[in-house]
């Protein structure tokens, strides 16, 4: 899979390691040569030194060969025009925009087919939500969730516990076969948010 980061700050950094440790061929995106030195000679990735809403820097990147473009720069603006001009030069690409602005929540949602997005990521919205949910369920040694429709409120979120006869409430709380407190098991279970 090819795989295009339009920036390399933390964010694109931490997505350049990732990806490239799995395997998948990725092209960098940024303005800064430093960076995309460090980042190259680092992680073995391509890079292009440039704008990343430029047709030019895009194409140069590979764009019309990619399989999916994730524009992770500091401004929501140049990310939502990146995954624009990106999709307009190839149709079957997907893109993902981060996008941390609470105030384009809804008209990015609306707007996402004319935007040409996959979908958008807000880093610090999923970090509350992850916190609130550990909080909520302390106990649990993983909590997977998975969106139904997007935007959405309904979402189907599995759990796991481990539970003993005398466990912590949390046992409880997951829904499910009356196994919940054998001792000793890990239980899985749905729930509807």
Do not use: W
């Not at 061929?25 to 391509?46: C, F, G, H, K, W």
């Not at 997907?94 to 996008?99: D, E, G, L, W």
């Not at 105030?103 to 997005?117: A, C, I, N, P, S």
């Not at 005398?166 to 279970?189: E, F």
């Amino acid at each position: 899979m090819n795989i295009i980061i339009a920036g390399d700050g933390k964010v694109g950094s931490a997505l350049t390691r990732q990806l490239s440790s799995e395997g998948y061929d990725i092209t960098v995106i940024d303005t800064n040569p430093q960076v995309l030195e460090a980042s190259t000679i680092r992680y073995d990735v391509m890079s292009v030194q440039g704008n990343c809403i430029s047709m030019d820097t895009l194409l140069s990147a590979g764009v019309k060969d990619a399989d999916l473009l994730i524009a992770a720069t500091s401004a929501d603006e140049v990310n939502l025009l990146c995954c624009t001009v990106a999709h307009a030069i190839n149709p079957k690409l997907h893109t993902i925009a981060r996008v941390r602005n609470p105030e384009y929540d809804e008209q990015v949602f609306k707007m996402r087919d004319t935007f040409g997005l996959s979908m958008t990521i807000n880093p610090e919205r999923r970090a509350a939500t992850e916190i609130e949910r550990l909080l909520k369920f302390p106990g649990f040694l993983r909590r997977d969730v998975f969106d139904r429709d997007r935007g959405a409120e309904d979402r189907q979120e599995q759990q796991a516990a481990e539970c003993e006869a005398d466990g912590p409430a949390q046992c409880d709380q997951v829904p499910g076969p009356d196994l919940r407190r054998s001792p000793g098991r890990t239980v899985h279970g749905p729930q509807l948010r």
